[in-house]
Structures are given as C-alpha cells and as structure tokens.
C-alpha cells in the first residue's frame, strides 16, 4: 500500500478559531468517527475519508471510547491510519476521545465515576497507539456520582499527561457553569462543551450559549447536519447505503419525517439561491455566532467533505435569508 503523503496546501483555505479564551486553535469544520469507521465500514474507505480530511486543513479528529460498532471499534481503527500515514503528523493533529456512555459490563464500564474515567482513558490510548489525547471529554453528566469526583478526575487526568485538555459534552448549563467554574479553579480549565446543535436541534439557544460566552468556553456542534436530514440526502426517499438505511446507524428511517424532509426541500431553495448545497448552508448558519468554535461533521465519503468545506466559501447571511431560514423551520406540520 502506497504511504500516505499530506497535502502541501492543506492550511491554504481552512479557517481556525481559538477555543474559547484558550489558545488552542481548532478548524471550524471538524470530523467525527461515530460512523463509517467501525469494523464494519471499509478500511480503504475511511482512510480515503480521513486522508481528504486533513489533506484539506480538517485537524480536528473526534473519537469516544464507544464509537464502532463494536465499541472501540473506531479508536483502533485510528490508531491504523496513525499507523498508515498519519503518525507523523501527530503534532498537527488534535485528537480527542471521552467516556460517559456504557463501555463494558459491570458497575465501572459506564457513567463519571473516577474507576471509570480512568480505566476508560487507559483503554483509549491502547487502542489509539497515542502516548496522550489533546482534548478528553466526560461525555455526558452522571447523576449519580459528585461532580467533584467527575471533575477531579479530569483533572487528573491532564496531570497524568494523558489529555492535553479536558472538556464536557451533553451537560445542561446550570451544571455546565458548575463543571467549567470547578475545572477552572482545578487549574485545568475546560475547553470546550461539545452539544448537539442545528437548523432543526436549537435547544443550546436556550441557555448554553449565553453560558459558554460568559464562561469563554467553545460550543464545538455535533450533528450539525441532523444526521444527513440536513443535506440532500433524503429529498426523494431513504436512499440505499444511507444512514437511515444501515441497521446500526442512529438514524432511524421513522426520524426521516415528511414534515423534515418537506423544511429540508425549502431549505435546499433558499441554499440554492445562495449558490449553496443545503449541507454548506446549514454549517455556515451555524458557524456565524463566534461562540461556536467548531461545527463537528461525518461523513461516508471524501466527496462529502470536499461538499461540506464549501460552506466556508460563503459564510455571511443578509437578515433576510436569516428570516427565511427561521420562517421554514417554524412552519409546522403540513402547511
Ligand atoms: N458528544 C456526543 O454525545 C456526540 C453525539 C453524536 C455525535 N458526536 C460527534 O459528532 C460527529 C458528527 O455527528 P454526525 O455524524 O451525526 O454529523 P452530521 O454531520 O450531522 O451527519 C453526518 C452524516 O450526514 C451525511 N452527510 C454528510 N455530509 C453530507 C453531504 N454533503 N451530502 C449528503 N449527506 C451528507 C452522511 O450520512 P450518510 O452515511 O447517509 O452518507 C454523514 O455520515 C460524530 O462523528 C461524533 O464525533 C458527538
């Protein structure tokens, strides 16, 4: 197999932004390897995947613990592209992973207790090959252990020089603010809070983005496509291959909804009339609040990141498209 060579040009069109008030700079488009890099998937293919996104300037690799299938499927799967052309280019990659989602039986393979958070980080650097991530995440809140031992663990965790950084996912903000407030007096500041946010998923509107600029954290947006609902690929039906078509996808064909896919149809005028996909439309809606440092994609194909990168062709939105962008996603059903 040839040995992977990156693109001279890579840095030439990508823009980065720093995270927060830290000064780690990450691409406001990032990858994520929840799907199309398990066993499953082609390893020809995520390669092909991976290599077009850092060959155009896409730094930022997203892992969790749990990511395949099977779980730790996609960590060891990354640690082959490091093997297969990427190691050396470890210092220009930012590489993160978290644990909070089930990992193995029993009491210590789930949740934010220490045991766990620990383990969990062990097991992510055996299967990575990687001496340290830069940025570990407590993927989610767990109710049922103190934040402070969630947060001291993280802390830990930094010192121990396995993670660079430490950062939250899916906390709601009152506990966010506590968890940032608790990092920061630990001396290892959170960088960022990764959420589920889009066109059609608005809920860090309400709180957590006031909170993170109050607090000078990132929102780095996961599913800012919705899952592919947000882009052209269910305007005529659920096509072959899909992720609403695969059995181990996370999009349900019952999610891919009449009412959805009529917002996607009007949404990918509006994108048109722009001289936009509606995939690029909707990552550059996003990115046009500063707060949100990152839009965090996927992708089955390198076509689909080349598509995505489009959106940084043309980023600025008239009040106008704005008003009609929210006139379509208000519209309810059947009208
Ligand atoms: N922190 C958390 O709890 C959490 C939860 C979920 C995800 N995440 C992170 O966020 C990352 C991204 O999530 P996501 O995969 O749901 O993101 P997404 O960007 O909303 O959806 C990606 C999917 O949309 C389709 N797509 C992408 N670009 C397209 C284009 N130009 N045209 C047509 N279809 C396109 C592809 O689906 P097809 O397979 O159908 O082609 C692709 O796999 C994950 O990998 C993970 O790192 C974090």
């Not at 823009?15 to 390897?33: D, F, H, K, Q, W």
């Not at 092909?48 to 099977?70: C, K, Q, S, V, W």
């Not at 954290?217 to 996961?222: C, K, P, Q, S, T």
């Not at 181990?248 to 994108?271: C, I, M, S, W, Y």
Request: glycine content about 8%.
């Amino acid at each position: 197999m040839e040995i992977y060579k990156a693109e001279e040009r890579r840095y030439d069109e990508m823009t980065y932004r720093r995270c927060g008030a830290s000064g780690l700079r990450v691409p406001v488009i990032s990858i994520g390897l929840w799907h199309n890099f398990g066993h499953a998937d082609s390893r020809a293919r995520f390669s092909e995947i991976a290599f077009r996104a850092f060959d155009r300037g896409i730094t930022h690799f997203d892992l969790a613990n749990n990511y395949g299938p099977p779980p730790g499927s996609a960590e060891e799967n990354f640690g082959k592209l490091l093997r297969g052309g990427l190691k050396p280019y470890r210092d220009q990659l930012l590489v993160s992973t978290k644990a909070g989602y089930p990992m193995w039986p029993g009491p210590y393979g789930n949740g934010g207790s220490r045991k766990y958070l620990m383990a969990s980080i062990h097991q992510s650097l055996r299967r990575t090959g990687l001496e340290y991530v830069d940025i570990f995440y407590s993927h989610r809140p767990d109710p049922d252990t103190p934040l402070e031992e969630t947060v001291a663990a993280l802390s830990d965790i930094v010192r121990q020089g396995k993670a660079l950084h430490v950062a939250i996912s899916n906390y709601p903000p009152p506990l966010a603010r506590q968890a940032i407030a608790m990092l920061r007096d630990a001396g290892t500041p959170c960088l960022v809070h990764q959420a589920k946010y889009s066109m059609f998923e608005r809920a860090p509107e309400c709180g957590l983005l006031q909170t993170l600029a109050d607090e000078g954290v990132g929102l780095i947006a996961f599913s800012p496509l919705a899952q592919g609902l947000l882009t052209d690929r269910y305007l005529d039906g659920i096509p072959a291959g899909s992720r609403a078509a695969r059995p181990e996808g996370f999009l349900q064909p019952g999610q891919v909804t009449p009412e959805r896919v009529e917002k996607a149809r009007r949404l990918n005028a509006l994108a048109s009339a722009r001289g936009q996909s509606l995939a690029a439309m909707a990552l550059a809606w996003l990115l046009r609040n500063p707060v949100v440092t990152s839009v965090l994609i996927g992708a089955s194909s390198p076509e689909q990141i080349d598509e995505n990168l489009k959106a940084l062709q043309h980023l600025d939105f008239s009040q106008a498209e704005l008003d009609a962008i929210e006139e379509i996603l208000a519209t309810p059903a059947g009208e």
